[in-house]
């Protein structure tokens, strides 16, 4: 085989150097001793705003269901629920929306203390397809599975 071919092959193949938050164990541990967040939807995709997706509506779905589920909800806490979306559509056919929710926490550098910035240390994803008619009601019933997904796993590490 060329080398050049093996290089990028094996390039390609590594895995990465660094690592993402996600539903682990070890991510699962930074939501201990959690007592309360803020919540946060971040700025939608236009084409999702123009077919009645909006920030309010999933931020009030988000409170609703994380406060059924047991969470406190802080608006005044360091740390924070954040949910992030973004799609993809072609000319005709059904929207692709990768829906995200975090959890984003203050961090100090162990190297420096004093440097401070936020970070995420968990995070679940979820991608649906949906017609543009039905896309309202399906990212609501996304964001509240999101929502309950973020509970269990906070429930996970904070039994009552």
């Given amino acids: 085989m060329d080398r050049g071919i093996f290089l990028v092959l094996a390039l390609l193949l590594a895995p990465p150097a ?26 939608l995709p236009p084409e999702l705003q123009n077919l009645g997706v909006t920030r ?16 406190s909800i802080d608006p005044a806490a360091t740390e924070f629920v954040g949910l992030r979306l973004t799609s993809v559509h072609g000319s005709r056919g059904p929207f692709a929306v990768s829906m995200t929710i975090g959890l984003y926490q203050p961090i100090l550098l162990s190297r420096n203390r004093e440097v401070r910035t936020a ?22 019933e996304t964001a509240d599975d999101l929502a309950d997904r973020f509970a269990a796993a906070y429930h996970s590490v904070n039994p009552q």
């Fill in 119 to 140: 970070t995420q240390t968990w995070e679940v994803e979820t991608v649906l397809m949906a017609e543009a008619r039905i896309l309202q009601t399906a990212c609501g």
């Fill in 18 to 43: 660094t690592r993402a938050a996600g539903d682990a164990s070890l991510d699962r541990a930074t939501l201990r001793g959690l007592s309360g967040v803020g919540v946060v939807v971040d700025v």
């Fill in 56 to 71: 309010e509506a999933l931020l009030n779905r988000l409170l609703a269901r994380l406060q059924r589920d047991g969470i």
